[in-house]
């Protein structure tokens, strides 16, 4: 499979870094704003093509699947190039901006018979089948409620702090969590409340608290103005789980109701985690789906409308003119 970039940024190199390491996949393609900055980046990490408009890169029929790498402001303009030029797309979280630009492109997608999908990387990892078989076998009884944090100090990020590239801690770190949220307790989502510490016009702290049926509840933070533990607890009848680091599980430790550790988990060893997605986007191409099972289109929509409600009910209106 011949792999393109689409944005030479920092996340971009990591998945780059990824794509050098796996089988089957060519690292094919590399596109930046400019030639000079594209090239350096396909000499540097062994593309072999470099083009200096996104344009270009889209009009080379040999690419076969886009990783999209560009602020989330940005997400929904580039994902659609790309699949009016006929190619299958990997678009970095958040998905777009609004649940409204992610169904135009599920639409359009359909209608061109092409692959795309969000990635978001907890979804593809090893680690998501192993927390749910714990669950499943009944080792914390029946779970009732769960926390989760992922917070960064991240205080020269100019995309961070901008809400014309859809700034702030929702978009950015906030998706994880909910997801998180999502993963164990499903589709059953009841009501949502949510407040926010604003700074530069962005969220910078997020509290949000999910009911879900069945009364369940999660309660989640996220910051880009601080550093937390990462740490996720699932909470039972019977005991408890805790997943060290959401954003990449490390270990995941189960206890029981007396606080005595009974089983300790580690998931396989891995290149960087986003293999897994490229992974599974390969298989869904070559199976001639047109979306990843293990995120339907479906969900990266509730996650958006979720995201939407949210900033909704704080006042925080993004820019979609880019």
């Known amino acids: 499979m011949k792999f393109a970039i689409l944005g030479a940024g920092n996340i971009a190199v990591q998945m780059a870094k990824t794509i050098a390491r796996m089988e089957k996949v060519e690292s094919y393609a590399v596109a930046a704003r400019d030639l000079e900055r594209a090239q350096a980046?396909?000499?540097?990490?062994?593309?072999?093509?470099?083009?200096?408009s996104y344009e270009e890169m889209l009009s080379d029929e040999a690419v076969d699947l886009v990783y999209i790498a560009t602020p989330h402001s940005h997400h929904f303009k580039h994902a659609k190039m790309c699949l009016e030029a006929g190619k299958n797309v990997l678009c970095e979280k958040s998905f777009t901006v609004t649940a409204d630009q992610a169904r135009e492109l599920f639409a359009l997608a359909e209608e061109k018979k092409l692959l795309i999908t969000e990635?978001?990387?907890?979804?593809?990892?090893?680690?998501?089948?192993m927390i749910d078989d714990i669950i499943a076998r009944g080792e914390i009884g029946e779970v009732t409620s769960l926390s989760a944090n992922l917070s960064y100090f991240l205080p020269g990020?100019?995309?961070?702090?901008?809400?014309?590239?859809?700034g702030g801690a929702l978009l950015d770190v906030g998706v994880y969590p909910i997801n998180f949220a999502r993963m164990i307790f499903?589709?059953?989502?009841?009501e949502v409340t949510a407040t926010a510490i604003f700074r530069n016009g962005v969220d910078m702290t997020d509290s949000i608290v999910m009911n879900f049926v069945g009364d369940k509840v999660a309660t989640l933070q996220s910051s880009v103005y601080a550093v937390s533990d990462r740490m996720g607890g699932i909470f039972g009848t019977?005991?408890?789980?805790?997943?060290?680091?959401?954003n990449n599980p490390e270990k995941i430790t189960v206890y029981d109701a007396d606080h005595t550790e009974k089983a300790v988990y580690l998931p396989p060893e891995q290149i960087t985690g986003y293999e897994y997605e490229v992974e599974a986007c390969a298989k869904a191409i070559a199976d001639g789906a047109l979306e990843?099972?293990?995120?339907?289109?479906?969900e990266t929509i509730k996650v958006l409308e979720i995201m939407d409600e949210i900033r909704k009910s704080w006042g925080y209106e993004i820019p979609l003119d880019v």
């Open 238 to 246: 019977k005991g408890y789980i805790k997943v060290q680091n959401i």
């Open 119 to 129: 990635a978001i990387w907890t979804r593809y990892m090893p680690s998501r089948k």
């Open 41 to 52: 980046f396909a000499d540097e990490y062994g593309f072999a093509r470099a083009y200096g």
């Open 186 to 190: 499903g589709d059953t989502l009841k």
């Open 292 to 298: 990843c099972p293990e995120m339907p289109h479906e």
């Open 157 to 166: 990020s100019k995309r961070i702090w901008d809400p014309k590239l859809a």
